[in-house]
C-alpha cells in the first residue's frame, strides 16, 4: 500500500474554484509534473449530506479507494468509522488515533498474519464467506465478531465485486452460520456490496431482505446477539451524482426490515467520499498529426496529444476501475473541438487515455483539467518508465478549517497569519515535483 503522504493543507480565504489553483501554480510556466488539487471540503460536505440523508447509517470509509493520510485525518476527524482491508491499511488509520471499535476488517479473505494483527489491535469485527475462512478465524482470532458477506449484485455496476466475494444468502450462508455456531464463533451480523459504481438502487432493498432473513436463520442457530447491518459501498461519487435517491431506498427498508434500535447500520463508502474531492491537472508534452477514419470511414485530421500521466499513473483507474474520463483544456484557445485522442507518459502502446475525444487545438505546454479523480487512482498508480505519481495539494476554504482544526485527528495543525486571495493559494512547501510554491504570501494553515 502506498500512503500519500502531505504535511499540508492551504487555507483559503474566500471564494475558490480547483480551476483557479491550476492557473495559479501553472502560470509561471516552471510547472512540469501533473498533480491534484483536492478540496477538503467537499468531503466535509459529502460526509454532511450523508449525516443528513442517513442519519441511521454510519459511514465506514473503505480505505483501499484512497489512502491519502489527510482524506483519511479528515474523515476521521469527522467521526466516519473504517473499512480497512489488510494489516497495512489498519495500521494507517489506528496510527491517526482511530479507536480499534471504529474498524470493519472486510475482508472476506484474510492472511493469518492480517488476523493476528486486526486481533493485537484489538479489531474484532471481521468478514468471511467461506468455511476456510472460519477454520482460520478459529485458529488465529477466537474472539472474533464475525460478519457474514452475503452476495446481491446490482443490475449494473462500474465495478461488480460479486463474482469474487459473498456466499449465497440461501444456499451457503445458512451452513456457515450452523459451522460458525459448531466451532463456537460468534456471528454479529450480514454485510453485502451491491457493486462498486452501481447503476442500480433497489438491490439495496433486496439485499436487505436477505440480511433480515439470515438474522432469523443466524438467531436460530444460535447467535443469539445478532446486531450489525453492514450495506456496503456502490454509492455514486462524481460531482454530478447524488445519493438522495439511493439513501430513500436504505432508510425505508431499514424501518421495514430492522425497526428496531438495537441492530446496528453501517456502510463502506469509498468513492463517494474520494471521487469528486480530486481535480487532476495533467499537461501536454507531446504531439504528433496522423490522419485516422472517421465513422463513415472517411480519411480525417487527427492530433495525438501526449501527457504527462497515464494509465500507469493516475489513468489506472480507466482500466481497473472502468472510468470514463473526460479532458477539459484549463485555458481553451478556441471553441472549435477537433478530433483526437489523448496518451500518456510511458512507452507503451497500451498507455492510452483518451483512445477518441474532441478537444480545441491544444500547445505544448498547455493543461487538461480531469475531474472527479479521487477514487481508485492514487493507491494504484506506479512510476512506470520512471513518470512521478501526481502530488497533491490539499486545500479548504478557512470557515470549514475553522471546524475542522477543532477536531481529533487534525487539532494538531497549526495556524501562521496571512492572506489568501481567492485566486493565490499559498503554500510554501518545497515541492518534490519540483513545482513553484504557490504565490501570494504566508501560508494560513500547515497540517503537521
Ligand atoms: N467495501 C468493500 C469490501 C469493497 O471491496 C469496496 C470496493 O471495492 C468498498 C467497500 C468501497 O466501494 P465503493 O467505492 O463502491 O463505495
Redesign the pocket.
Known sequence: MKVVEQECITVMEGEWTPDEVIRDIVEGGTQEDPFYVMDLGEVVARYRRWKELMPRVEPFY?V??NDDKLLVSTLAALGAGF?CASKAEIELVTSIGVEPERIIF?NPAKMASHIRYASAMGVDVMTFDSETELMKVKQYMPHAQLVIRIRCDAENAQ?P?GIKFGCDAVTEAPRLLKLAAVLGLEVIGVSF?VG??AGETGVYARALGLCRALFTVARNLGHARMRLVDV????PGGSHTDIFEVSQVINASLEELFPERGVRVIA?????FAAAAYTLAACVHAKREITSKDVDGEAEAHTMYFINDGVYGSFNCVLYDHQKVAAEPLNPTSEELLPCSVWGPTCDGLDCVLPSTRLPPLRLGDWLVFRDMG?YTLPVASSFNGFPVPRVRTLVDDKTWAVLKELGPLSSAHVSPGRVSPASPVDERPSPSHSPPLVGGAPLAVFV
Open positions: 473503505a483501499k479507494c473499512d472486510a465495478c465485486l456490496h462498486s459504481g456496503g459501498g456502490g454509492f463502506e463508502p469509498g468513492r463517494y477514487a
